[in-house]
């Protein structure tokens, strides 16, 4: 018989109300996969808020350990590209959704769904990215591979002092961009300043119904928010610029018009982290290790412990987590 280890167990009744609790469990309690991770750390992202307070269906079977991402030391491997002590990365493919996740001692996974943890970056900071910040650095790729380089304006960041707004503010500010926080805790700006914001704006200014066209205020945007806000960033957009759309911290709607796109040749760009492929992801971590300022992750970040993520998942979704929470296991 393995050592067993704590997890978190979401599970739900015959009247579909969900219960959480801290369990023990052993190697045998896991799920099938082909490489077994000792979890050294995890994180709390907006998702794990929502599938540990049962607010959005992110748990779609039980009973699940949930935690989307995870960072570690492979135990056990079958699969080709893995053996033990290697260092991994797992973001997304389900995991914490259909598949025992990252809230427990060890983790069992398809080894296609790891990705090496770069040269340099311990798991600690893995985690302080998590996939908040991975997928910050697939919306500044994509702004990138639409020709939205620093020359060509600013660039907007909504949901700034989230998650994924703190990391997307970070890494354009090291790659030269001017930006445009914005947030609905404005005491929060000393703090977007020090990361590399250049001007805050209230995040009221975005939440109205947006006017098909309005002033062209920035080249590009990042946004985390989604519904009037993501209307308004579109209709902000100078003519040829494109926004990255990643989150729906604000609503799952998109009530726009498409004004932007055939009057402005704005373009939308969705920006999927859960089933992005191996390479993509490869690119976005090797790009991470380089263009992210390991002295803003620290400042972005906070450390807690495996008994504090229940609390922090009900926190982040009522918006009061700041930047990026690390859990050490
Ligand atoms: N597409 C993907 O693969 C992917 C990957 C990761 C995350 N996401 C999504 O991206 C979003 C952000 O994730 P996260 O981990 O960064 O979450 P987070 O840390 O909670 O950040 C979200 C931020 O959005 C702002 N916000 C919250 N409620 C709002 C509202 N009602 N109206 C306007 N703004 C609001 C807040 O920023 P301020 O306080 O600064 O206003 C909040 O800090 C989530 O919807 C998440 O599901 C998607």
Known sequence: MSESFKAILVSRDENKVQKVE????????????????????????????????????????????????????????????????????????GVGETHHGAYAGRARVNGDWLVKQPDGISARNAMAVGTAGYTAMLCVMALERHGIVPARGPVVVTGAAGGVGSVAIAILAKLGYQIVASTGRTSESAYLKSLGASDIIDREE???????????????????????????????????????????????????SVAPFILRGVSLLGIDSVMAPREIREEAWR????????GKLAELSTTISFSGIQEAARDIVEGKIRGRVVVEM
């Open 22 to 93: 801290e369990v023990e469990l052993t190697d045998s309690d896991l799920m099938e996969g082909d490489v077994t991770v000792a979890v050294e750390a995890t994180t709390v992202n907006y998702k794990d808020g929502l599938a540990i307070t049962g607010k959005a269906p992110v748990v779609r079977k039980w009973p699940l350990i949930p935690g989307i991402d995870f960072a570690g030391t492979v135990t056990s491997s079958s699969h080709p590209d893995w053996k033990e002590g290697d260092k991994v990365i797992l973001n997304g493919w």
């Open 206 to 256: 975005l939440s109205q119904p947006a006017k098909a066209l309005n002033k062209e205020r920035w080249a590009g945007g990042i946004d985390s928010v989604g519904s009037h806000t993501l209307a308004n960033v579109l209709s902000m957009t100078s003519y040829g610029g494109a926004v990255s759309a990643c989150g729906l911290a604000g609503g799952m709607d998109l009530p726009t």
């Open 287 to 294: 790009r991470i290790s380089t263009d992210l300022d390991t």
